[in-house]
């Protein structure tokens, strides 16, 4: 069974940086392409950034391209979301993700695991 704990959010200020972490636990973890999703009150969940197992692919959204960068340390089982430039309207519930295969998929159904979501509050 796989398992997915974040941590790192927290209120910070806006331009601000902030690092989410996601553990793995499971099956190889680098059989598995993650996500980074967020979910801010009143809107849809969506994807923010993804990598492939390897890490040799990435995506982002266009919003945050040039202030985000996700990495994975396999050797760590774990994931990461370096947030830099935080802006008020970062604020969200993150939510990492994990599914089977070598593609990345920004869809939220093509997603099996999820973890419980951490709370950032970026502040004016």
């Known amino acids: 069974q796989v398992q997915l704990v974040e941590s790192g959010g927290g209120l910070v200020q806006a331009g601000d940086s902030l690092r989410l972490s996601c553990a793995y636990s499971?099956?190889?973890?680098?059989?598995?392409?993650m996500g980074w999703f967020r979910q801010a009150p009143g809107k849809e969940r969506e994807c923010v950034s993804a990598i492939t197992g390897s890490g040799g692919s990435t995506y982002y959204v266009d919003f945050v391209k040039g202030r985000f960068t996700i990495s994975r340390d396999n050797a760590k089982n774990t994931v990461y979301l370096q947030m830099h430039s935080l802006k008020p309207e970062d604020t969200a519930v993150y939510y990492c993700?994990?599914?089977?295969?070598?593609?990345?998929?920004?869809?939220?159904?093509?997603?099996?695991?999820w973890g419980q979501g951490t709370q950032v509050t970026v502040s004016s």
């Open positions: 499971g099956r190889t973890f680098s059989s598995y392409t």
């Open positions: 993700a994990a599914r089977a295969g070598p593609d990345i998929n920004i869809r939220l159904a093509a997603y099996t695991y």
